[in-house]
Nanobody, 122 residues
């Protein structure tokens, strides 16, 4: 059974940092692109960041550029999202996902994590 299990969400004050992890199991994801998405209450799900299988290419939404960093460790089948300088508008449920192509469109992603809540207080 393929699973993406996330950890690292929580409550943080504005300006603080959090680090998300997403561990894959069931098969190796070393050849997949990985992405992070988020969905705030009453809003559509949006792409936050994506990374190619090698880690050589990344994508960031304009709203998180310079503050968030996506990385991966294929030996551990894990992808990370380091979130710095958090803002209240970053409050959302964050999801990791795996795709066979490098993309920031959620339709391209085949496997999804369960989601973890991030709440940023002002």
């Amino acid at each position: 059974q393929v699973q993406l299990v996330e950890s690292g969400g929580g409550l943080v004050q504005a300006g603080g940092s959090l680090r998300h992890s997403c561990a894959a199991s069931g098969r190796t994801f070393s050849s997949d692109a990985m992405g992070w998405f988020r969905q705030a209450p009453g809003k559509e799900r949006e792409s936050v960041a994506a990374i190619t299988w090698s880690g050589g290419n990344t994508y960031y939404a304009d709203s998180v550029k310079g503050r968030f960093t996506i990385s991966r460790d294929n030996a551990k089948n894990t992808v990370y999202l380091q979130m710095n300088s958090l803002k209240p508008e970053d409050t959302a449920i964050y999801y990791c996902a795996a795709a066979q192509v490098f993309s920031h469109h959620d339709a391209h992603y085949d496997y999804w994590g369960q989601g973890t809540q991030v709440t940023v207080s002002s």
